[in-house]
T-cell receptor
Framework: GAVVSQHPSWVICKSGTSVKIECRSL??????MFWYRQFPKQSLMLMAT?????????EQGVEKDKFLINHASLTLSTLTVTSAHPEDSSFYIC????????????FGPGTRLTVL | AQSVTQPDIHITVSEGASLELRCNYS??????LFWYVQSPGQGLQLLLK??????LVQGIKGFEAEFKRSQSSFNLRKPSVHWSDAAEYFC???????????????FGQGTTLQVKP
């Protein structure tokens, strides 16, 4: 099956620093990647949709300048949390969609971000 | 409005017992339906999906789900639960392929499954 990787799997940073999370589709080309945020014991909240070569589309309420998304190639999307604060601490999950043939998303293992 | 509802936040079953997790959806078009499982601190693994055809879908790990259009439901079942099935389960709905869509999925709130020995 299609494999999506994320790096790093966990990161701890100081408040005010920026953190970059990578999402890679390892064995297929992903025309679209999605970034989710998940709080403990809660469902996934879609943050943004990124299409290769174009600007990301952010969901309502998500700060574009705080969460920078770049989808520079068909196998790589990055999420940069700028000037991170403790409230940005969360579990971030990416997924990738290969289109065609269908609408299935393949999920990465997630990145645990802790901001001190 | 498009939505997915998983009525049961937490379910506890005994090992070897049968399991049914409920999922109801509200979607304007013909939906593409998924069940995912998430172990603690992990990403999501696809259990099964429904696109069209036979409304009873077989998935991995002995799971199956039945699409009932008249009830807007896509319930997940397993005849005999194993301790390793303890996890979080998410139902999701998306647009059918061929539609003009962004590929977004709408997720339910999740159901936590606990398995008693």
């Amino acid at each position: 099956g299609a494999v999506v990787s994320q790096h790093p799997s966990w990161v701890i940073c100081k408040s005010g620093t920026s953190v970059k999370i990578e999402c890679r589709s390892l064995d297929f080309q992903a025309t679209t990647m999605f970034w989710y945020r998940q709080f403990p014991k809660q469902s996934l909240m879609l943050m943004a949709t990124s299409n290769e070569g174009s600007k990301a589309t952010y969901e309502q309420g998500v700060e574009k300048d705080k969460f920078l998304i770049n989808h520079a190639s068909l196998t790589l999307s990055t999420l940069t949390v700028t000037s991170a604060h403790p409230e940005d601490s969360s579990f971030y999950i990416c997924s990738a969609r290969a289109w065609p043939p269908d609408n299935e998303q393949f999920f990465g293992p997630g990145t645990r971000l802790t901001v001190l | 409005a498009q939505s997915v509802t998983q009525p049961d936040i937490h379910i506890t079953v005994s090992e070897g017992a049968s399991l049914e997790l409920r999922c109801n959806y509200s979607y304007g078009a013909t939906p593409y339906l998924f069940w995912y499982v998430q172990s603690p601190g992990q990403g999501l693994q696809l259990l099964l999906k429904y696109f069209s055809g036979d409304t009873l879908v077989q998935g991995i790990k002995g799971f199956e789900a039945e699409f009932k259009r008249s009830q807007s439901s896509f319930n997940l079942r397993k005849p005999s639960v194993h301790w390793s099935d303890a996890a979080e389960y998410f139902c999701a709905v998306g647009a059918q392929r061929g539609s003009s869509n962004t590929g977004k999925l709408i997720f339910g709130q999740g159901t936590t499954l606990q398995v008693k020995p």
